[in-house]
């Protein structure tokens, strides 16, 4: 087979890639995701995509880390504090006073946990918490295992509001570890966005500083699942670089920036 001889460009490596782990490196930013591949390649110092790829067929822990490097979990609580502010005050009572039964919250790519450890801090401090389900989702298992355990390093938790630092962490060390009560409140799940299926009957879907890394195709085909998966009114939060520019198409329309709902009438 022509594919496994020779030197390889980055789109034999990306086929490959894919055959053999079923993540499509196609469906991110080509010039962003290759030149971030190149750089391990210098450091790992295999010149070529062949090279590269053998290499990392035949090493386990070196397609793990690969695999973890692929993915970029820069993330923290409260991040976007405006954001926050707005769903707290503003988007959760309208969404719990039209759905008042439940409110199903997905973080789509939440990295680290950070950001549906937030979520649950801003029900809980609106005393809601009990009647909502939050399911937080990524394909990194590094990231989730810390998302798991629920302790950080003060850099993480800079923008969180003194009072909910008190109230809702326990000082282990140097780390600010989430007490119980918020921690057994987020369901984590090892999850491909481009390939696992939606979480349904949301009312909420985060999907912040994700979309960023994806080309627009597929960056469609997402709006197009987290609107078909989302209640008539529910919300769409994605990152504050991030932008849709045809929220229409998907039956959403821009509540404020980075805030997009759900049509009523769409289902
Ligand atoms: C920069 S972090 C964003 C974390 C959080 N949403 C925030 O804004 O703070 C991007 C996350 O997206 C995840 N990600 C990238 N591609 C993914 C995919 N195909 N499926 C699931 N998660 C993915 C990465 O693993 C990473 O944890």
């Not at 034999?12 to 499509?24: I, P, S």
């Not at 989702?137 to 909910?164: F, I």
């Not at 909420?204 to 197009?224: G, P, S």
Request: proline share 4%; glycine share 4%.
């Amino acid at each position: 087979m022509e594919m496994l001889s020779g030197s390889w460009d980055y789109a034999q490596f990306k086929a490959a890639f894919y055959q053999k782990t079923g993540l499509d490196l196609d469906c991110y930013k080509d010039r962003q995701m290759e030149r971030r591949i190149r750089q391990l390649m210098q450091r790992e110092r295999k010149p070529d995509f062949h090279l590269f790829y053998q290499y990392l067929a035949d090493s386990p822990p070196a397609m793990e880390y690969f695999f973890n490097y692929l993915t970029i979990n820069t993330s923290e609580f409260f991040r976007d504090e405006k954001v926050y502010a707005r769903l707290k005050e503003e988007i959760f009572p309208e969404l719990l006073k039209n759905y008042p039964e439940s409110l199903t919250v997905w973080s789509a790519g939440c990295s680290i946990g950070a950001e549906p450890y937030t979520v649950a801090i801003i029900l809980d401090s609106l005393k809601v918490l009990d009647r909502a389900q939050i399911i937080a989702t990524d394909m990194d298992d590094k990231a989730l295992l810390t998302a798991q355990k629920g302790c950080y390093d003060l850099k993480y938790v800079q923008k969180t509001p003194e009072e909910h630092i008190h109230r809702y962490f326990d000082r282990e060390g140097e780390k600010y570890c989430l007490k119980t009560e918020i921690k057994k409140k987020v369901i984590f799940k090892r999850h491909n966005l481009l390939v696992d299926a939606p979480v349904s009957g949301c009312l909420m879907i985060l999907c912040r500083n994700v979309f960023i890394y994806f080309k627009a195709e597929t960056q469609d085909f997402l709006l197009e699942r987290f609107s078909r998966v989302l209640k008539p009114g529910g919300i769409l939060v994605i990152g504050s670089a991030e932008y849709i520019s045809n929220p229409g198409k998907f039956g959403f329309f821009k509540r404020y920036n980075t805030i997009y709902q759900k049509k009523t009438g769409s289902l």
